[in-house]
């Protein structure tokens, strides 16, 4: 089994605590997220669980509980989100400086192999344009290049009641040569997550964050993990178990 942890709640930047007691009690109780009064309860331990990957923006909060998580004997990894905007769009969230920062300090206590480095979701508008994203990019993967071996990049999706449109498919493919030109000079390989349009033209393959081949490298052994069905149709991952809530963050 499979623990995300999580895509509907920053678990590592909100609530390491909690997580931690509910390895150490040996249960996580579930809401359905779609109907809170039913629950579902899964057993825990590294007997049951082949991984654990946490989705975050701020793994700082979880570092002190790493030492008992290796000691527990689970086998995790991150998907640590870093972007280069500021308060208007993304407030609570520590600085471009400060994520490196921790990414650097993360990706050092547990290896580069187990820490993906997510630059999405991205947004274009009169002031986070084309230039402005490869500018900060840039920079970034000056720093973090030798920390990660892969980035992950994807591109708004406008949902009913969104703030901001959707890029258009040629700002998307313009965005792309560009990001994939620079990560190329780092050599730092590029994926896509959950994306429509094909830009493998510039080198960026459609990825998986939850990636069955990928873990199996980690873990040592493989797996017989099917695609996520409950996902959206271009998400490549592997199934796994939810175990945040929505709007909780």
Known sequence: MILSASRRTDIPALYPEWFMNRLRAGEIMIPNPYNR???TRIEVSPDT????????????????????????????CFQMTITDYEEDVEPNVPSMADSIATFLLLSERIGKEKVDWRFDPILLNHKYTVDYHVE?????????????ERCVLSFLDSYKGSLYLEPEPEDMQKMAQKLSKVAKDYGLPLFTCAERIDLEQFGIRHGAC????????????????????GQRKECNCAESIDIGMYDTC
Request: aromatic share 12%; glycine share 6%.
């Open 49 to 76: 669980v082949d991984c654990i990957v946490f989705w975050t923006k701020n793994p700082e909060p979880m570092l002190p509980y790493l030492k008992e998580l290796d000691d527990m004997g689970y086998c995790y």
């Open 136 to 148: 900060k990019f840039t920079q970034m993967c000056g720093w973090l290049h030798g920390a990660t």
């Open 210 to 229: 939850i990636d069955k081949e990928r873990l199996h490298s980690l873990i040592g052994y493989k797996l017989d993990l099917k695609k996520d069905a």
């Open 37 to 39: 009064k039913k629950i």
